[in-house]
């Protein structure tokens, strides 16, 4: 059976990475810690929700005893879940499944003591939770500029792009709406300068 001296060297062997001033271990690398401690352990995951764009996985890690009559008994470390929303970031758009089972993982060996000498929060869950708050802030002067220079050119109505984003101008759009408005308007424009050229 593994001891804490274990784990710490084990942690002491990982590379972290620098966010903000604060070091991070990844999951691949909680990975290699868990391995190293634990060469026959398990880390299962199962998706428990997958709707509407939305993805919640389950994760447990630990390793498997075998008693005095012979039966196998599972050891549970440590467990954690995370969720997904397929529209929050440009990346989960095509791997939002992927990034909840990993965000699953590192949290189960974070509670199990691996790569947590700064915080229980992997690099890669940090990183997510910034692009998911970036998503939601407002858009700076020059995004409203192109949004309005572009909706005139193509002929598209202010008021209805507000209507359809729910807000009351375009200075409200968050990051997100922006580069949704932005891929439809180009759209538009594209279809504009397709019709131009058949005629």
Not at 11 to 36: H, L, P, S, W
Not at 111 to 124: H, L
Not at 131 to 142: D, G, M, S
């Amino acid at each position: 059976m593994a001891t804490f001296m274990d784990l710490q060297k084990a942690n002491q062997q990982i590379a972290t990475t620098n966010i903000k001033g604060k070091e991070y271990a990844e999951v691949n690398q909680r990975i290699k810690a868990f391995r190293m401690v634990y060469p026959e352990g398990y880390i299962n995951t199962a998706v428990t929700r997958l709707q509407d764009g939305m993805c919640v996985v389950h994760a447990e890690c630990g390793y498997t005893v075998i008693d005095a009559s012979g039966m196998p008994h599972e050891i549970t470390l440590g467990s954690g879940i995370a969720y997904e929303m397929e529209s929050s970031s440009f990346i989960n758009k095509t791997s939002y499944i992927e990034n909840c089972e990993t965000s699953a993982v590192g949290r189960a060996l974070g509670m199990a003591g691996f790569g947590i000498d700064t915080s229980v929060c992997s690099a890669e869950e940090l990183s997510n939770a910034q692009l998911q708050q970036e998503a939601n802030e407002p858009i700076k002067k020059n995004q409203v500029k192109m949004i309005t220079d572009l909706a005139n050119k193509v002929g598209s109505d202010i008021k209805d792009i507000c209507g359809y984003f729910n807000v009351e101008s375009i200075e409200e759009m968050t990051a997100q709406d922006y580069g949704k408005c932005l891929i439809m308007l180009k759209k538009k424009e594209e279809q504009q300068d397709e019709q131009q050229i058949a005629m």
